[in-house]
């Protein structure tokens, strides 16, 4: 066993501390990394409170890593000791469904195992803990490797924030001649726009907040409307092709799916804590569909990096100590980041 470094919630609502634990033995088919560095996502936040389902504690968090390869295993043959790689939010599948056939192992018709607060059960049936830490052994197939060309803490949430927004928008073919609102300006939203922009789209920024909109303009987007202003929102009506919701907070989706166009679709990727209800006339007015999308495979995620190094797209972060950790987390609450907080491992 490895003996590790890390930060963890010794149990629900606590805050976080320092805890030692141990890892696996790096097998023949994995790679352990040494963790350089690892954003910070809300849906850390909502894990480590139990707000979306009971979770397995100490819970040590964090799927956005990325660092420097220390050992593999001895059938491992993609990678080599000093490699830049990272990994996201899964570290397995079972490889046998149609979506794992399909290069989609985020839908795993047998359960994905989170890097986090998951029990993997293709394994040992041990808890998954994540990358508030100092090192992390991963199976081959789950690991990515990194560009070098990137500053490697805008790396960091590339990882979820990057590719929870760039799957929706290569699935749904969004591109020149399509006008995409963006709806909330935050870890996820400002992803969107970077890949909206990059794809070709009139890109619109849908914000409750005034003081976003420069913060808007500098990431690329086109246009953006206060929600708040009854008139904007009003002027914004049947105006468009898709709308990538990236709001965690509860908030009326029926109201935003007056703004797509006929044939329009609202793709959901934020995660608020709360159900919401969708009247139907919000759909059938309009031929309008509601949809949902999570983060993407693995090859897709390498596709995304690869991307970001063509195009030089990297997330805007703040880097922060390992123990600021729970004044982030406050902050995150407060929608006080442009954009992700990073933690610099190096401060464990």
């Given at each position: 066993?490895l003996a590790?470094?890390?930060?963890?919630?010794?149990?629900a609502?606590?805050?976080?501390?320092?805890?030692?634990?141990?890892?696996?033995d790096?097998?023949?088919?994995?790679?352990q990394?040494?963790?350089?560095?690892?954003?910070?996502?809300h849906s850390?936040?909502?894990?480590?409170?139990?707000?979306w389902?009971?979770?397995?504690f100490p819970?040590?968090p964090?799927?956005?890593i990325?660092?420097r390869v220390a050992?593999?295993?001895s059938?491992?043959?993609?990678y080599k000791v000093g490699?830049?790689?990272g990994t996201?939010?899964?570290v397995?599948s079972?490889?046998?469904?149609?979506s794992?056939?399909?290069?989609?192992?985020?839908?795993?018709?047998?359960?994905?195992?989170?890097?986090?607060?998951?029990?993997?059960?293709?394994?040992?049936n041990m808890?998954?803990?994540?990358?508030?830490?100092?090192?992390?052994?991963v199976k081959?197939?789950?690991?990515l490797?990194?560009p070098?060309?990137l500053?490697?803490?805008?790396?960091a949430p590339?990882?979820?924030a990057?590719?929870t927004?760039?799957s929706?928008?290569?699935?749904?073919?969004?591109g020149?001649?399509?006008?995409?609102?963006?709806?909330g300006?935050g870890?996820l939203?400002?992803?969107a726009v970077?890949?909206g922009?990059?794809?070709g789209?009139?890109?619109?920024?849908?914000?409750?907040?005034?003081n976003?909109?420069?913060d808007?303009?500098?990431?690329?987007a086109?246009?953006?409307i206060v929600t708040k202003?009854?008139?904007?929102f009003?002027?914004?009506?049947?105006s468009?092709?898709?709308?990538?919701d990236t709001v965690?907070?509860?908030?009326d989706i029926?109201?935003?799916?007056?703004l797509?166009?006929?044939?329009?679709t609202?793709?959901?990727?934020?995660?608020?804590?709360?159900p919401?209800?969708?009247?139907?006339?919000?759909?059938?007015?309009?031929?309008?569909?509601?949809?949902g999308?999570?983060i993407?495979?693995?090859a897709e995620?390498?596709?995304?990096?690869?991307f970001c190094?063509e195009h030089?797209?990297t997330?805007?972060?703040e880097?922060?100590?390992?123990?600021?950790?729970?004044?982030?987390?406050?902050?995150?609450?407060?929608?006080?980041?442009?954009?992700?907080?990073?933690?610099?491992?190096?401060t464990?």
């Amino acid at each position: 066993m490895l003996a590790t470094k890390g930060y963890a919630a010794l149990s629900a609502g606590e805050k976080l501390t320092p805890w030692d634990f141990e890892r696996r033995d790096v097998g023949e088919h994995d790679v352990q990394f040494d963790i350089q560095y690892c954003g910070v996502c809300h849906s850390d936040l909502h894990q480590v409170r139990n707000d979306w389902f009971e979770g397995i504690f100490p819970m040590v968090p964090g799927h956005e890593i990325v660092g420097r390869v220390a050992r593999v295993g001895s059938k491992v043959t993609k990678y080599k000791v000093g490699d830049l790689v990272g990994t996201g939010c899964m570290v397995d599948s079972c490889g046998k469904c149609e979506s794992c056939k399909h290069d989609e192992e985020q839908y795993c018709e047998n359960g994905n195992i989170q890097t986090y607060n998951g029990k993997n059960h293709y394994t040992d049936n041990m808890p998954t803990y994540g990358g508030y830490s100092n090192t992390i052994v991963v199976k081959e197939e789950f690991v990515l490797r990194v560009p070098e060309n990137l500053s490697l803490p805008g790396v960091a949430p590339l990882l979820c924030a990057g590719i929870t927004t760039y799957s929706p928008l290569k699935h749904w073919k969004v591109g020149k001649g399509h006008k995409l609102a963006v709806l909330g300006l935050g870890g996820l939203g400002h992803m969107a726009v970077k890949f909206g922009v990059a794809f070709g789209a009139e890109v619109t920024v849908l914000s409750t907040s005034e003081n976003k909109r420069e913060d808007a303009k500098k990431l690329g987007a086109h246009n953006f409307i206060v929600t708040k202003d009854q008139e904007q929102f009003k002027s914004a009506v049947n105006s468009f092709d898709f709308i990538i919701d990236t709001v965690s907070a509860p908030h009326d989706i029926p109201a935003y799916m007056s703004l797509l166009k006929t044939n329009g679709t609202h793709i959901c990727v934020g995660v608020p804590s709360e159900p919401s209800k969708i009247p139907a006339f919000a759909l059938i007015g309009g031929r309008k569909s509601l949809a949902g999308s999570m983060i993407g495979g693995i090859a897709e995620t390498q596709e995304m990096l690869d991307f970001c190094a063509e195009h030089n797209i990297t997330s805007d972060v703040e880097v922060i100590d390992m123990a600021y950790i729970e004044e982030a987390y406050e902050r995150m609450e407060k929608n006080d980041v442009k954009y992700r907080f990073v933690i610099d491992m190096a401060t464990l």
